[in-house]
């Protein structure tokens, strides 16, 4: 707001502030795309029927992996910090054959290897939900008791699979754009433009960064439309927390069903 909306050019002044900004804006924009991007791997292994898959997917190893996605990208965003530079009044990185890595690696690392990851192991986790259901209904078809208890683990993992897909669907739409974004301005970084035409294509990099804003902040919002699971768990959130009323009494089986989306 003060570079846009009121002329202050405080980024293209102060060199240190010109490095940490955009070093920090990298790493936070970064480091929860992976941390979606490892949660819907972390689904995968949840949903699987094989056991020591199954394994994989434990609070124990997420820690761990939350903690080394922070490390890394935080090491490999120094180069911001180094290579950023102000430059004809501008606070931007080096020019060249750098400029042109930087780019590249920004589109890759940021924007298509996240939503590649989250793409993928969102149909596996689909596929191993559709495989789950198959095994169950059979199951329930000669067995009375069984029946019901399948059709609401089946109901829940039709809600997990929704929340999923939607988040999947948001997280492209939004977050596709920017790194298609950076690459064309990779390829096109040496070739000389009119005033109208760089005024036009800083307008476009602005919106694709508002977009990616957007996506972070939907994700509340998506799941509370997608699964009734979610919004008994927020209701009931509100009313122990905040209104300090005492718990609405579940069923065992909707407990249970409640601890699985608590997990996720």
């Known amino acids: 707001m003060l570079h846009y909306g009121y002329g202050v050019h405080t980024l293209n002044t102060n060199l240190w502030y010109c490095k940490i900004r955009f070093y920090l804006s990298y790493v936070f924009l ?55 530079n102000i430059s004809t009044g501008s606070c931007w990185y080096q020019s060249g054959a750098y400029g042109m890595f930087f780019s590249i690696f920004i589109a890759i690392g940021s924007g298509i290897l996240p ?19 198959q095994r169950i209904e059979p199951i329930g078809a000669t067995h009375s008791g069984r029946h019901i208890q399948g059709s609401r683990t089946s109901k829940k993992d039709a809600q997990l699979h929704k929340m999923l897909a939607n988040q999947i669907l948001v997280f492209i739409i939004f977050n596709m754009p920017n790194p298609c974004y ?12 009119s005033v109208l035409r760089s005024t036009t294509e800083e307008f476009a990099g602005n919106m694709t960064y508002s977009l990616t804003d ?17 919004r008994k ?10 209104l300090r009323q005492h718990p609405i009494r579940v069923s065992t089986v909707e407990r249970d069903n409640n601890k699985d989306s608590q997990v996720k």
Request: charged fraction near 15%; include cysteine; hydrophobic fraction near 55%.
């Open 214 to 230: 957007l996506e972070f902040s939907l994700t509340f919002i998506n799941f509370i439309i997608s699964s009734d699971m979610f």
């Open 115 to 133: 939503i590649l990851l989250l793409f993928i192991f969102g149909l596996l986790t689909a596929n191993n939900v559709h495989k789950t259901r």
């Open 182 to 193: 950076l690459i064309y301005k990779a390829f096109t970084l040496n070739t000389s433009k």
């Open 30 to 84: 970064t480091i929860p795309r992976y941390n979606i991007a490892m949660a819907s791997i972390d689904r995968y292994f949840a949903s699987s029927r094989n056991a020591l898959r199954r394994q994989w997917s434990s609070p124990k190893i997420a820690i761990r992996l939350i903690i080394g996605n922070v490390i890394f990208w935080c090491v490999m965003y120094i180069q911001v910090i180094i290579f950023y």
């Open 233 to 242: 768990e927020f209701l009931q959130l509100i009313r122990v927390n905040i």
